[in-house]
């Protein structure tokens, strides 16, 4: 999973929190320079540890491993994307998904990015992310630009893992708990988005 000449690749992953007067949904998309690749897996094998699951995921950090993984983050360079939607309504997610997802797509080309790796949901939600790149590679982005999806299994892939502990730092500081999002320093560019929700 390299990225192919004169493009880069980004490898994403999501949280959010409904809620019906607000709520919000984050993609968060890691772009990593391809000579940073192997350093970036090799960090990410390390924060999992020997922890019994198949990934580092930052739901089951503590606070001290939370606050090392951003630092490891920030310390690999690069710039992760970030797209922050609300509001999003109970049982709204997949909407507002959608809406992130293709704002998202726009601002990764503006970063040279040509292919998303996704986590792998359930075949038909990837389906719909599949079609939402789709759409927005059509309406969004100069006509022939060439921009993919792939879904991976998350256990499989540790760059996903940079992408989660973005994710989680910035649903983190949408809590009003900034000290993660602060500990990625100036790797982290977020965007707001409007889900219409």
Not at 86 to 107: F, G, K, M, N, Y
Not at 163 to 174: K, L, T, Y
């Amino acid at each position: 999973m390299t990225p192919s000449a004169g493009t880069l690749s980004a490898w994403s992953d999501e949280s959010f929190q409904e809620k019906d007067s607000a709520g919000f949904y984050i993609i968060a998309a890691a772009v990593i320079e391809p000579a940073m690749i192997d350093a970036a897996r090799a960090v990410m094998l390390r924060i999992r540890g020997r922890r019994l699951t198949a990934k580092s995921h930052w739901t089951q950090m503590d606070d001290r491993e939370r606050r090392r993984a951003a630092e490891a983050v920030a310390a690999l360079g690069g710039i992760h994307v970030v797209a922050v939607g609300s509001p999003v309504p109970v049982r709204r997610q997949e909407r507002a998904r959608r809406a992130c997802l293709s704002e998202l797509v726009t601002q990764l080309h503006g970063f040279r990015v040509g292919h998303l790796y996704m986590e792998a949901r359930e075949s038909q939600l990837n389906d719909r992310d599949v079609a939402t790149v789709q759409h927005a590679r059509r309406y969004a982005l100069p006509k022939g630009t060439d921009f993919r999806i792939d879904h991976v299994p998350g256990g499989t892939e540790p760059l996903l893992w940079v992408a989660d502990i973005v994710a989680g730092a910035c649903r983190a500081e949408q809590l009003g708990r900034t000290a993660y999002r602060e500990a990625l320093g100036d790797v982290v560019l977020d965007f707001e988005v409007s889900t219409r929700c």
